[in-house]
C-alpha cells in the first residue's frame, strides 16, 4: 500500500527553523519525483520544493530560496524539508505528494500521491 506520512509540523516563532519528514512506504523513495506544497489560509496551493529522480536535483519556489533545503535519505525512504529563518507568511498546510515534473515553477501537475499534510504556524 502506497503511503506518504508527513511529521515535523508545529508553532514556531519568527526567524526559527522546523524540520518536515515525509516518509514513504510502497516504494522507494527516489522512484518517483518527491517534494512538498503548502496552502496557507486563503490562498492557492503553491508548490515548495521539489527533487528528481534522474540525478538529485532540487526546485525551489522563489519564495523559499535559501532558507529552505530539500534533502532524501534512500536508506530511509524519508525526504526532508529543513526550513530556516520562517516568517509568518510561511505559516501553511504543508503536503508530501510524488509524480511532479520536476522543474523551477512546478505545479501539481502529474502528481500520483499526496500525504495527508502536516500544519505548520509560524507566530509570535
Known amino acids: 500500500q502506497v503511503q506518504l506520512v508527513e511529521s515535523g509540523g508545529g508553532l514556531v516563532q519568527p526567524g526559527g527553523s522546523l524540520t518536515l519528514s515525509c516518509k514513504t512506504s510502497?516504494?522507494?523513495?527516489?522512484?518517483?519525483?518527491i517534494g512538498w506544497f503548502r496552502q496557507g489560509p486563503g490562498k492557492e496551493r503553491e508548490g515548495v520544493s521539489c527533487?528528481?529522480?534522474?540525478?538529485?536535483?532540487?526546485h525551489y519556489a522563489d519564495s523559499v530560496k535559501g532558507r529552505f533545503t530539500l534533502s532524501r535519505d534512500n536508506a530511509k525512504n524519508t525526504v526532508y524539508l529543513q526550513m530556516n529563518t520562517l516568517k509568518p507568511e510561511d505559516t501553511a498546510v504543508y503536503y508530501c505528494?510524488?509524480?511532479?515534473?520536476?522543474?523551477?515553477?512546478?505545479?501539481?501537475?502529474?502528481?500520483?500521491?499526496w500525504g495527508k499534510g502536516t500544519l505548520v504556524t509560524v507566530s509570535s
Open positions: 510502497g516504494f522507494t523513495v527516489d522512484y518517483y519525483a
Open positions: 527533487i528528481t529522480t534522474s540525478d538529485g536535483s532540487t
Open positions: 505528494a510524488t509524480g511532479m515534473v520536476c522543474v523551477s515553477g512546478f505545479d501539481d501537475y502529474g502528481i500520483n500521491y
